[in-house]
């Protein structure tokens, strides 16, 4: 059964470093997402992606985020400079339509970062 | 706005016992309506989901959901638990746009 896989499982890093989580969504997919769960607290949309742009991003998603899908395979989150309160479990989704004809978002096993 | 309320945080139930999670949603037209479970250290894995047809949903793990719109609920349900069950479970909703807002979820202990 095809998954979203996620790498790595978990990532430790100092405050004020840069990181890049991966994703390699579903490969008949079209639009992806990051989530992330702060430990004990709700999953929360992020940001989603389609056709190489930004379809929608929430009020979390500041200038020190980004995403990009450099090769066709693969989809980043870039985290530039790591604040303590970005430790939490990132989920990387995808699905193959988005909007109102998106019925099932695939999840991956999630990175945990840990800024330390 | 979208939102999804799970009024409980803890449940617990007994190996056997009947279990109901409780789900309120706010959203303005018809919803998308999702149960994830994510068992510890693990992702979030789909159950069930509603967006169209029958209100009475069956999902994976033997758990089922009804929608209901005049209360604007989407409880969750299974007849009998296992110990396997234990876990987290949050309800979504998903609707005119690319993103689903989950709840904040409902952690589920099974009692031997």
């Known amino acids: 059964e095809p998954e979203v896989t996620q790498t790595p499982s978990h990532q430790v890093t100092q405050m004020g470093q840069e990181v890049i989580l991966r994703c390699v969504p579903i490969?008949?997919?079209?639009?992806f997402y990051w989530y992330r769960q702060i430990l004990g607290q709700k999953v929360e949309f992020l940001v989603s992606?389609?056709?190489?742009?930004?379809?929608?991003k929430s009020e979390i998603f500041d200038d020190q985020f980004s995403v990009e899908r450099p090769d066709g395979s693969n989809f980043t989150l870039k985290i530039r400079s790591t604040k303590l309160e970005d430790s939490a479990m990132y989920f990387c989704a995808s699905s193959r339509q988005g909007g109102r004809t998106n019925t099932e978002a695939f999840f991956g096993q999630g990175t945990r970062l840990t800024v330390v | 706005a979208q939102s999804v309320t799970q009024p409980d945080i803890h449940i617990t139930v007994s190996e056997g016992a009947s279990l109901e999670l409780r789900c309120n949603y706010s959203y303005g037209a018809t919803p998308y309506l999702f149960w994830y479970v994510q068992s510890p250290g693990q992702g979030l894995q789909l159950l069930l989901k509603y967006f169209s047809g029958d209100t009475l949903v069956q999902g994976i793990k033997g758990f089922e959901a009804e929608f209901k719109r005049s209360q604007s609920s989407f409880n969750l349900r299974k007849p009998s638990v296992h110990w396997s069950d234990a876990a987290e479970y949050f309800c979504a909703v998903g609707g005119g746009d690319d993103k689903i807002i989950f709840g904040k979820g409902t952690r589920l202990h099974i009692l031997p």
């Open positions: 490969s008949n997919h079209l639009y």
């Open positions: 992606f389609y056709n190489n742009e930004i379809s929608e």
